[in-house]
C-alpha cells in the first residue's frame, strides 16, 4: 500500500515563501507523472503543478510563474516551491500520483494571511 505524506505548511505573510515536500513510499515513483493539488475550504480538490517521470511540468494558470515543482526519484520525493505567495492560495495542499491516484494522504495547510 502505497502511502503519501506532505508537510512543509505553515502560516505565511502575502509575498512569502513556503516549500512542501511529499515522501512517497512504495517503489516505482520514478515511474511515474506526479502532483500537487489543493483544496480551499467549501471547494473541490485541484491540479496546481505535475511533473512527469522526465519531469516535464504543468502548471495551473493561478500559480505559473510563482510556484515550481521538482522531484528527487533517489529520496522517493516531490517537492512545490511556492513564491510570491498571495491569500487566495491558502488551502491544504496534497501530492498524489496522477491517474490513478493512490488513497490521499493527510495533507498539509497553507495559510497566507498578514
Known amino acids: 500500500q502505497v502511502q503519501l505524506v506532505e508537510s512543509g505548511g505553515g502560516l505565511v505573510q502575502p509575498g512569502g515563501s513556503l516549500r512542501l515536500s511529499c515522501v512517497v513510499s512504495?517503489?516505482?515513483?520514478?515511474?511515474?507523472?506526479m502532483g500537487w493539488f489543493h483544496q480551499a475550504p467549501g471547494k473541490q480538490r485541484e491540479l496546481v503543478a505535475q511533473?512527469?517521470?522526465?519531469?516535464?511540468?504543468f502548471y495551473a494558470d493561478s500559480v505559473k510563474g510563482r510556484f515550481t515543482i521538482a522531484r528527487d526519484n533517489a529520496k522517493n520525493t516531490v517537492y512545490l516551491q511556492m513564491n510570491s505567495l498571495k491569500p487566495e492560495d491558502t488551502a491544504v495542499y496534497y501530492c498524489?500520483?496522477?491517474?490513478?491516484?493512490?488513497?490521499w494522504g493527510q495533507g498539509t495547510q497553507v495559510t497566507v494571511s498578514s
Open positions: 498524489n500520483r496522477i491517474s490513478p491516484s493512490w488513497p
Open positions: 512504495g517503489s516505482m515513483f520514478a515511474f511515474y507523472t
Open positions: 511533473i512527469t517521470s522526465s519531469s516535464v511540468t
